[in-house]
Every structure is written in structure tokens, then in C-alpha cells.
């Protein structure tokens, strides 16, 4: 049996699928190791979302490849949504790659290396669409305590700017009955929080039955007991119904907590973007949400230098985020990805002034965060502890219910005498623009 690295890139999404590889990997009876120098084999998990993604892919393929140099490495495998989207461009300038996987048939690992052992360099890229209903095992790359679940795979939405259906295929549910059955397996090895992921998750279940199914989902996932938090992410406002928020609204367990991805404001970029509503429909959207949770956090994601994108328009973008008063917010400058329609659109914006955008608007979120992070001094909140910050004077570090994994901010709890993975009442003493100070309520 071998020892096997692996380095998972991008989303939670595609570390999903890296959790995946790994289980099948170790069922098989090879050892996982973390130091890339002990492996025998090395498997880069790529993203190929937008050119800054694509960069990190390729630069981080090649750092592994120096491995097979001065290391143990023996095999160099590349997976995920670059080897789907330029698998034949990998094959030709890559030839440290050994075998290359797509994102449809990535359960095909350990007989790709057992191939490659063998002499046979397979590039294994197929229909993108992959099927999570059924058994499969999985090694969490999460604390213990937390977990990422993707309820469904692919997207129907089809925004001009977006290669995602391209590398995934079409929206693909998952059924209620096998994601249960995976959190109730994550609430038996003591997972605390859930992830709810997918590209879309309001649009979940419309492909198995019908109409969209979030609601019935969660309400079977509420009858495990162990599972203390369910975060949702990744939800689309014009799809956000009165239901979805009304359990969001009753249930404790599900957290007053929301992605909502607007991407922008302006109503003719949202239409060029083909993005469902209107600037007035999101609006209404989060002010609904604040009236029927009054503690809700909101977090979005923006795209700054959209092709055509004026002046006026960005101004209509800052007007936007400066009513809206997200509690996190994170901006992208826009990426010309070839096979999309935004792409062929005239008036592409140059990157320096995108870039000068994108740091507007951070500017303004910065203030805002701040000032919302301040509200909350002197409060009560619910920790999640998750690592050790300092042990002389203690001071730990964990996530309150308004910080999703890896994403948002955090919480430094000072004096404490709990653990890793418990969760503990904390009194907010300072606040800074993204994160938080804090004490043990005894």
C-alpha cells in the first residue's frame, strides 16, 4: 500500500470531493499522509473557477511536482475543475502530470493509481455530472467538530458570467433519504455543525421532485439530535421563499445565518448577468429577512468591472452595499472566462480600474462590518471553540453562530479552561472590523 498527499483547492464544494477521494483512498488500504515529502503519491484537487483560481492550480501542480524531484513522490495526479475544463492543455504542457481526473468520475482515484503505477497515464474527464446518491466514504479534511454537506451538484442557473455548469454539469439533488443517512453517520462521529452547500441551495430537490425541497430537507435533518447547528449557504434571494424563512425563523437549531450571492445591484448589469430581480426585489428580500429575524447576519458576494460596467453603475453597487449593511461581505474583480457569454461582451473593463473598484468596496464594507461588529459588545454569544491561540495567557479561538468556516471572522475567547470542539457561552468585550474579543461566562 502507499502513502498518499493530497492538497484540496477553491470551495467547500470541491473539498467535498477531496473528503470523498480520500475515504475511497483509505478504504482501499493506503495510508494518508500530510507531509507532501513522505508521499508516494500526490494528488493536486484543482479549481478553475476564475484566472486567479486557474493561477493558484497550475503554480501549486508545479510546487508538487518538485516532489518527484527531491522527495518520495513517485506519482503526480491532478483532479478537480482545471483538469476538467483544459485536461488536454494539462496532458501537453504539464508532462510531470501522471494522470488526470475530471470532476464526474473523480471516484475513479484508486484505480487511477493503481494504473499509473502500472505505466498507463490515464486522463479520465467525462460528463461533469457526478452522482453523490449513494454510499461513499469519506475522510473529513474539517475539524472533527464541523462538516461541509453538498446536497446537490451543479447549477441551473446559467449566469452569463459563469463557467460552473460547464465544469459541473446541470443541477444533480441529492435525495433527502441519503443525506440524512450521511449527517446521522456525521452525528455519530461527533460532528457539532453542519454546512449545508450547493451551488444553489433554495433550487434543491426541483430536479428529483419537482419543486424545490430545502424545506422538507431540513425538517428531516432536524431529528438528529446531535448535530447543534446547521448553517445554510449559498442561497439565491429570488428563490428565498416565505417558508424557507419562517424555519430559519422557529427553529434554534438552524442558525439565524444566510449567504445570499447578489453579485450586483445595478439592474441592467444584474440583467447582462442574468441574475433573477431586481435591485428593489433584493432589498425587499433583506429587509424581510431583518424583520422576521431581527439577529440575522447576511453575507453576500459581489463582482466589481462586469463588462460595461459604468461609473453610475458601480456608484449604484456602493449606494447599495451602504443601505443593505451586510454583516460580511466579499468582492471579486470580474474574470473574462472564455466559453461563458460574458465573455464576448464588448467593453471589457481594464484590470486597473477593477482593482480600484474592488478596493472601494472593501473600503466600505470595513466600515460597515465594523460598526456592526460594535453592536455586539457587551452581548452573550455561543462559541465553537477551535483552536488553541496561546496556552500562557490562554487564549483560544473558535466561531460564534455568525461566522461560517473559513469565510468570516472569528472569536478570541480569553481564560477559558474548555476544549477544542466544545461549545461554551462567551461575553463580547471588544470588537474590531472582522473579528471579535471575548470571555467565558462561568
Not at 522527495?71 to 478537480?80: A, D, E, F, P, S
Not at 440583467?271 to 426585489?281: L, P, V
Not at 464588448?346 to 466600515?367: G, N, T
Not at 455561543?382 to 488553541?388: G, I, M, T, Y
Request: charged share 30%.
Amino acid at each position: 500500500m502507499s502513502k498518499i498527499g493530497l492538497l484540496s483547492l477553491g470551495c467547500a464544494k470541491n473539498q467535498v470531493d477531496s473528503e470523498i477521494m480520500l475515504g475511497l483512498i483509505r478504504e482501499d488500504g493506503h495510508e494518508i499522509v500530510k507531509k507532501y515529502d513522505e508521499a508516494e503519491v500526490l494528488i493536486v484537487n484543482t479549481c478553475g473557477f476564475i484566472s486567479d483560481a486557474k493561477e493558484e492550480s497550475i503554480n501549486s501542480i508545479l510546487e508538487l511536482a518538485e516532489y518527484k524531484k527531491d522527495g518520495n513522490c513517485k506519482l503526480l495526479i491532478v483532479t478537480g475543475c482545471l483538469s476538467q475544463r483544459y485536461s488536454e492543455e494539462l496532458k501537453k504542457e504539464m508532462p510531470e502530470v501522471d494522470a488526470i481526473i475530471g470532476t464526474g468520475n473523480f471516484d475513479e482515484i484508486v484505480e487511477v493509481i493503481n494504473d499509473a503505477f502500472g505505466g498507463k497515464k490515464r486522463i479520465e474527464v467525462t460528463n461533469p455530472e457526478f452522482d453523490y446518491d449513494r454510499y461513499l466514504p469519506r475522510t473529513n479534511l474539517t475539524p472533527d467538530h464541523t462538516a461541509y454537506v453538498k446536497i446537490a451538484e451543479g447549477c441551473n442557473n446559467c449566469c452569463s458570467y459563469c463557467i460552473i455548469p460547464q465544469l459541473r454539469g446541470a443541477l444533480k439533488s441529492r435525495s433527502i433519504e441519503n443525506i440524512k443517512k450521511e449527517v446521522e453517520q456525521l452525528a455519530q462521529a461527533g460532528v457539532k455543525e453542519v454546512n449545508i452547500i450547493a451551488q444553489d441551495i433554495t433550487q434543491y430537490g426541483i430536479d428529483l421532485y419537482g419543486k424545490s425541497k430545502l424545506v422538507d430537507l431540513l425538517k428531516e435533518l432536524l431529528t438528529i439530535d446531535n448535530i447543534k447547528w446547521f448553517r445554510l449557504l449559498y442561497a439565491y434571494p429570488s428563490h428565498l421563499t416565505d417558508e424557507i424563512i419562517d424555519l430559519i425563523a422557529t427553529e434554534e437549531r438552524i442558525l439565524n445565518y444566510l449567504d445570499l450571492p447578489v453579485q450586483h445591484a445595478d439592474d441592467e448589469i444584474r440583467k447582462q448577468m442574468n441574475r433573477g430581480g431586481t435591485k428593489e426585489d433584493v432589498l425587499r428580500t433583506i429587509k424581510k429577512l431583518r424583520k422576521r429575524i431581527p439577529d440575522i447576519t447576511l453575507r453576500t458576494s459581489l463582482i466589481v468591472g462586469f463588462p460595461g460596467e459604468s461609473e453610475e453603475q458601480f456608484k449604484t453597487l456602493l449606494d447599495f452595499i451602504k443601505e443593505a449593511e451586510f454583516d460580511r461581505l466579499g468582492a471579486f474583480t470580474y474574470s473574462q472566462e472564455e466559453g461563458t457569454v460574458a465573455a464576448q461582451m464588448p467593453c471589457q473593463i481594464p484590470e486597473e480600474r477593477k482593482q480600484e473598484r474592488y478596493e472601494r468596496v472593501m473600503s466600505l464594507q470595513e466600515d460597515i462590518s465594523y460598526q456592526r461588529n460594535q453592536a455586539w459588545i457587551g452581548k452573550e454569544v455561543e462559541v465553537l471553540l477551535e483552536e488553541v491561540q496561546s496556552e500562557e495567557p490562554v487564549i483560544m479561538v473558535g466561531r460564534t453562530r455568525r461566522d461560517a468556516p473559513d469565510v468570516d471572522g472569528v472569536i478570541y475567547v480569553e481564560g477559558t479552561s474548555a476544549q477544542i470542539g466544545d461549545m461554551i457561552k462567551v461575553k463580547v468585550t471588544e470588537a474590531y472590523e472582522y473579528d471579535l474579543v471575548g470571555v467565558e461566562i462561568e
